[in-house]
Structure formats: structure tokens, C-alpha cells
């Protein structure tokens, strides 16, 4: 299975790593990797499973359409390996997010 630019991004934002950090633990070109994510051009199978691999070691759950997401996504594992804010049962929403906060005209 393969992963979107955008999970790319999203799963290392969650492991809060640079392309550096990624790259090294992926052993990634650095162009490679910054094309990828930018959209301009897509990696060789082998690749695509290195970073995928190398996140998902690090704790990343990459998530498809359907089941519990809408689309594809990322999530973030527990140390013991359940899903971080995740129950396969019910949809979770925290009280703060119940209510737009935003300022009038910034969308959402």
C-alpha cells in the first residue's frame, strides 16, 4: 500500500521530524524526499515502503477511507500500540472543538 504526499507530511509533523530526521531514518535522498512531498515527482516503489517503513517504526498508523477515516490519514500509536485518541467503536469530539472560535471571515 502506498502513502500520499500528504500523509507523508502529516505523519512527520506528528513525530514533530524534519526531512532530515525522515530521510536519515528512511535512508532517503533529501531531493528525493522534498520533490515527493511537494508533489513534483513520485518515488520508486522501494522508496515509498522505506518511508513508510521508517515512520511506521517510529509510531505512525497510516489510515484509509472508510472504517474509522473519512480519507486517508495518519494517527500516532501509543508506546504500548493502541491508537492514540482512537476507539474503533465511536468518533471522538473534545468540548473545545464543539464551537467555532475562529473570528468572523476566517473560514471554517
Known amino acids: 500500500m502506498s502513502i500520499s504526499a500528504a500523509q507523508c507530511r502529516g505523519a512527520r ?21 522534498a520533490n515527493f512531498e511537494l508533489e513534483k515527482s513520485t518515488p520508486y516503489d522501494r522508496t515509498l515502503r522505506d518511508i513508510r517503513a521508517a515512520l511506521e517504526s517510529a509510531g505512525v498508523t497510516f489510515l484509509e477511507a472508510g472504517g474509522i477515516a473519512s480519507g486517508p490519514g495518519v494517527s500516532l500509536r501509543k508506546q504500548n500500540g493502541a491508537a492514540i485518541d482512537v476507539d474503533e467503536t465511536e468518533v471522538v469530539q473534545y468540548r473545545e472543538n464543539l464551537e467555532n472560535d475562529a473570528p468572523p471571515g476566517a473560514g471554517g
Open 13 to 33: 509533523a506528528l513525530l514533530a521530524w524534519s526531512q532530515g530526521d525522515l530521510c536519515t531514518a528512511a535512508n532517503v535522498g533529501r531531493a528525493t524526499l
